[in-house]
């Protein structure tokens, strides 16, 4: 069946060592459950570094990427029953999935068993090419999959919610993180700053683990009631066994046994970074003590609009650095060197000047 379709601008690159750079792809036009964004904001995930540069080896040219997108909606489809036009909305890595297998029948769409559809870099079932990220004037999403932005929050700082906000909550979420718990939080980046403040927010006496010093005064900032200095040998025999549950944030190569040794029995650490080699881990990292180690993605659709709603409640959104869409291949640069706090968020107004 041939689709309607219509071209809008947007900024991708046609091959890994391309610069990002202006182009028009096609949108489908709205069918009777989807929405059609007018993109205001998307934030900038390391995640797009990857795919842009083909650095996991399944990129599809040209690649468009973004999945931390805000904006408007400007049309509906005739069976759209959750949102209208004028609304506020989100949209995060995801935009559709299966629907039908357990883990997408339990809320888990993340995880859906038949592959969930990224927002981008994944088969479009309507076009039936590859999906087309957030860079871009406007996109067009099924209505199950969009989510409600909290009237109180700044939307530039917003958008990162929707990624690295739902990446971090959701592993606090899951292991009941709350009052009566101290929590580390390994790195102070994109994720790691969204994981104190969560945190924090959720009752937990938080601990900040970093291997430089200099990040000390910003922690405290963010939320965090100390800090940990893992380069300190004395420091961290001091806190072994002290810490409930870890959300480790780090995607370069460390020693996760380090971390274990300052769980208390029982305790979970969970890993949401995502190192390019395997970390190994020492059996007796984890025997002794009953400790646990796992991983975590981001949110289903579901607790993602809880997320959300939370960090309505709370008034918590990214720190950010706005930019303009052209300033992104510098970004991109400045992203491989950590050197922004905390996020980059493009005005998708600059494209569209």
Known sequence: MTMNTFSTRAFGTEAPEADLKSMNIQRREVTSKDVEIDILYCGVCHSDLHTARNEWGSTSYPSVPGHEIVGRITKIGSG????????????????????????????????????????????????????????????????????????????????????????????????????GQ?????????????????????????????????????????????????????????NAGTLHFILDCVSAQHDINAYLRLLKRDGQLTLVGAPEHPLPVAAFSLIPTRKSFSGSMIGGIAETQEMLDFCGQHNITSDIELIRMEDINTAYERLLKSDVKYRFVIDMASLKD
């Open 80 to 179: 759209v029953t959750k949102f209208k036009v004028g609304d506020l909305v989100g949209v995060g890595c995801m935009v559709d999935s299966c629907r039908e297998c357990d883990s997408c029948k339990e809320g888990l769409e993340q995880y859906c068993e038949n592959g969930m559809t990224g927002t981008y870099d994944s088969i479009d079932k309507h076009l039936g090419t590859h999906t087309m990220g957030g860079y871009s004037e406007r996109v067009v999403v099924d209505e199950d999959f969009v989510l409600r932005v909290p009237a109180n929050l700044d939307l530039a700082a917003t958008a990162p919610l929707l990624c690295a906000g739902i990446t971090t909550y959701s592993p606090l979420r899951h292991w009941n993180v709350g009052a």
């Open 182 to 238: 101290r929590v580390g939080i390994v790195g102070i980046g994109g994720l790691g700053h969204m994981g104190v403040k969560l945190a924090k927010a959720m009752g937990a006496y938080v601990v900040v683990i970093t291997t430089s010093a200099s990040k000390k005064e910003d922690a405290m900032r963010l939320g965090a009631d100390e800090i940990i200095l893992s380069t300190d040998d004395e420091q961290m025999k001091k």
